[in-house]
């Protein structure tokens, strides 16, 4: 079983949409959580990192579950440019799993 | 701002013959991750230096060996490739986090085509 499990979609949204993703780690000693964007054949850059009380950035919001040993990630007001995939990443130690990664299209 | 440089952007080797790859991390970050992407695939954790130490090593193939340099760049060196070995190699790099989460920042990656 992977580490860290995401649904890999695709997701196809018209603009202005709002989209959500999920993502489940299975290790409770997970440390820290981020999402990372990748676009086709570019590096996965850092798009968040994602604290227990949930934090915002712009349209962009993310939520820790730890609980439930989940995590989320909501776009709002979709733009033709968040066309990427979305990798969650799990940090335990010094070691990084990742997700998958997510794939949205935003049609226009 | 300056980020993690890698070189060189694209390889092409044939079976058999080696390759290094080289990592220029972030100014002042101290520890450095290496990944191997296939295409389709989420990254896969290679091996990470901290400090010029071995810190973590991850489904790194015995073909394939790394290092941490005293200026904090890195090399992937990788013997006898198969054609499997064809796939995009990212380096990251952290800086030293005291408190919050440990952040890292991915290069360009290489490209390497074993033909």
């Known amino acids: 079983r992977k580490e860290v499990e995401q649904d890999p979609g695709p997701f196809n949204v018209p603009e202005g949409a709002t989209v959500a993703f999920n993502c489940t780690y299975s290790?409770?000693?997970?440390?820290?959580f981020f999402w990372y964007r990748q676009d086709c054949r570019k590096e996965p850059k850092l798009l968040m990192s994602v604290y227990s009380s949930g934090n915002e950035d712009g349209r962009f919001t993310a939520q820790l579950n730890r609980a439930s040993q989940y995590i989320s990630l909501l776009i709002r007001d979709s733009k033709l440019s968040d066309s990427a995939t979305y990798l969650c990443v799990v940090n335990i130690g010094n070691q990084f799993y990742f997700g998958t990664g997510t794939s949205l299209t935003v049609i226009p | 701002a300056a980020g993690v440089i890698q070189s060189p952007r694209h390889l092409i080797k044939e079976k058999r013959e080696t390759a290094t790859l080289k990592c220029y991390p972030i100014?002042?970050?101290?520890?450095v991750y290496w990944y191997q992407q296939g295409p389709g695939q989420d990254p896969q954790f290679l091996i990470s230096f901290y400090e010029k130490m071995q810190s973590d090593k991850g489904s790194i193939p015995d073909r394939f060996s790394a290092q941490q340099f005293s200026d904090y760049h890195s090399e992937l060196n990788m013997s006898s490739l198969e054609l499997g070995d064809s796939a995009l190699y990212f380096c990251a790099s952290s800086s030293p986090q005291l408190a919050g989460p440990l952040e890292q920042y991915f290069g360009p990656g290489t490209r390497l085509t074993v033909t």
């Open positions: 100014p002042r970050h101290d520890t």
């Open positions: 290790n409770s000693a997970s440390q820290s």
